[in-house]
């Protein structure tokens, strides 16, 4: 069964500090998606990282990927306050059944403090 | 494009009641999933239609859950007889096959809250 893993599960940063997500999986996958998730609020698309090496940049946020590891991190430079969120990594997976589906991380609940 | 939209946003139930939740995917998305995220949890996939065929089912979905997509276009969750465990929110997502990326978009989800 696929886990997926990240730590650490809550952070609290001042602004302009910088700090690293990662996000660890227990099986083969080559695709790795970032989201971000506001309270009550559905989840928002960051990145998609598609292939080993592959390193994505938005903003302030980088997510990279490193599929030999099964490791993904999505790093923060310069954290400001709108950063704050839980943030969750998902592997994509064929299943048994030929389908793609989704697995999610337990999440990493970002508080970044003035 | 609108987006992924689910109604009703939110239900209150008593325990025992049947609900139903619609979910309207992005239009030319032909993949359709429904996760379930109870607090402090990760989504947890439920199922998963291609057009309008239901492929997959997570154990997750008891025999008191059913999710139909006719015609392919919106789908609908049902969960009959409810119980306080199923208070979570329901969030449908879809995607379009044949991309390289099986990006999935999701919606704002139904809180459901059952008494």
């Known amino acids: 069964e696929l886990k997926v893993e990240q730590n650490p599960l809550f952070l609290s940063m001042q602004e302009g500090k910088n700090y690293t997500i990662y996000c660890n999986y227990s099986?083969?996958?080559?695709?790795l998606y970032w989201y971000r998730q506001d309270p009550g609020k559905s989840l928002e698309s960051l990145f998609v990282l598609l292939s080993n090496g592959a390193v994505k940049q938005e903003g302030r946020l980088m997510a990279s990927l490193d599929t030999k590891a099964r490791l993904s991190t999505l790093h923060i430079t310069a954290a400001v306050h709108d950063l704050s969120a839980t943030y969750f990594c998902a592997v994509d997976r064929v299943s048994n059944f030929g389908n793609e589906k989704l697995t999610f991380g337990t999440g990493t609940r970002l508080t970044i403090i003035p | 494009d609108t987006g992924v939209s689910q109604n009703p946003r939110h239900k209150i139930t008593k325990r025992g009641q049947n609900v139903t939740f619609r979910c309207d995917p992005i239009s030319e998305h032909n993949r359709l999933y429904w996760y379930r995220q109870t607090l402090g949890q990760g989504p947890e996939f439920l199922t998963y239609?291609?057009?309008?065929?239901?492929?997959?089912k997570s154990r997750l979905l008891s025999d008191r859950f059913s999710a139909e997509r006719p015609k392919g276009s919106f789908s609908t969750l049902e969960i009959q007889r409810t119980e306080q465990g199923d208070s979570a929110m329901y969030l449908c997502?879809?995607?379009?096959?044949?991309?390289?990326?099986?990006?999935?978009?999701f919606g704002p989800g139904t809180r459901l809250t059952v008494l």
């Open positions: 239609f291609q057009n309008e065929a239901q492929l997959e």
């Open positions: 099986t083969t996958s080559d695709r």
């Open positions: 997502a879809s995607s379009r096959q044949g991309k390289a990326v099986n990006e999935q978009f």
